[in-house]
């Protein structure tokens, strides 16, 4: 049994940079609204943007830590995630 991948012939995905995404998300707002996994992608973008330009947590649930949102104010962009 052989395994096949699917792949395009005329297409490779960009390679993330997070200045690209910082640029992009200058002046907004982006929510996340998804399970303990998807938490977890939103931690590692996170990280991969502070990076660049530093985060600052605004709030946060004091009981599950289940709603979150941060500030990058060199950007004025806010995250937050539910």
Do not use: G
Not at 31 to 42: E, G, I, N
Not at 68 to 74: D, I, L
């Amino acid at each position: 049994m052989s395994k096949t991948a699917w792949r395009t012939a005329d297409w490779t995905p960009a390679t993330f940079t997070p200045n690209a995404f910082l640029s992009w998300f200058r002046n907004n707002h982006l929510t996340f609204v998804s399970d303990s996994l998807a938490r977890k992608q939103v931690e590692s973008l996170l990280c991969l943007l502070a990076s660049r330009s530093p985060s600052e947590l605004m709030y946060r649930d004091d009981e599950e830590i289940r709603f979150r949102r941060w500030a990058f104010r060199e950007h004025n962009a806010t995250m937050c995630i539910f």
